[in-house]
């Protein structure tokens, strides 16, 4: 497989930028979050930003790899396809859940991203092992995030 510079960019800038536009869009909320009843094992509000940037550039590089791969283009394409609308739906959780306050909608809004999120990896599996490996850590910070999620619907 031969390095491609600008190809591994861009699948790194669209998670980051995917990301990025949505905490822009809901970065007035933080205050808010930090006055709610919180779940056991809540972490601190800094660590969030910072877990995302890690999961956005795995996300970028799981589908470099996906892109780069050299399987038939229809695979890449479904695989793609599915990345695309779970990570759209990445994008509206935070809006559903930081910036309008939603949290029973976002919690199901976050089952369905968590769906879409295993559909992607086991289509990313059946091209790329590698690429379906880099993915995991989302889906068990979704996972995590869903916890949090509903135990804050819960508290408040």
Request: aromatic share 20%; proline share 6%; net charge positive.
């Given at each position: 497989?031969?390095?491609?510079?600008k190809?591994?960019l861009?699948?790194?800038?669209?998670?980051?930028?995917?990301?990025?536009?949505?905490?822009?869009?809901?970065r007035?909320?933080?205050g808010?979050?930090?006055a709610?009843?919180?779940?056991?094992?809540?972490?601190?509000?800094w660590?969030?930003?910072?877990?995302?940037?890690?999961?956005?550039?795995?996300?970028?590089?799981a589908?470099y790899l996906?892109?780069?791969?050299?399987?038939?283009?229809?695979?890449?394409?479904k695989?793609?396809?599915?990345?695309?609308?779970?990570?759209l739906?990445n994008f509206f959780?935070?809006?559903?859940?930081?910036?309008?306050?939603?949290?029973?909608?976002?919690?199901?809004?976050?089952?369905?991203?968590?769906?879409?999120?295993?559909?992607?990896?086991?289509?990313?599996?059946?091209i790329?092992?590698?690429?379906?490996?880099?993915?995991?850590?989302y889906?068990?910070?979704?996972?995590?995030?869903?916890?949090?999620?509903?135990?804050?619907?819960?508290?408040?």
């Amino acid at each position: 497989m031969k390095f491609r510079g600008k190809t591994l960019l861009i699948c790194i800038a669209v998670p980051l930028l995917t990301g990025g536009l949505a905490g822009f869009i809901s970065r007035d909320s933080m205050g808010t979050f930090a006055a709610l009843n919180q779940p056991p094992l809540s972490p601190p509000g800094w660590l969030f930003p910072v877990v995302w940037t890690i999961l956005y550039l795995c996300m970028g590089i799981a589908s470099y790899l996906i892109l780069t791969s050299g399987a038939p283009q229809e695979k890449i394409g479904k695989a793609i396809r599915l990345y695309g609308w779970q990570l759209l739906f990445n994008f509206f959780w935070p809006l559903w859940f930081f910036r309008l306050q939603l949290y029973f909608f976002a919690f199901f809004w976050l089952i369905a991203l968590w769906g879409l999120l295993l559909s992607t990896i086991l289509s990313f599996y059946r091209i790329s092992k590698a690429a379906a490996y880099w993915m995991l850590p989302y889906l068990l910070w979704v996972t995590f995030a869903g916890y949090l999620n509903l135990g804050i619907a819960l508290l408040n």
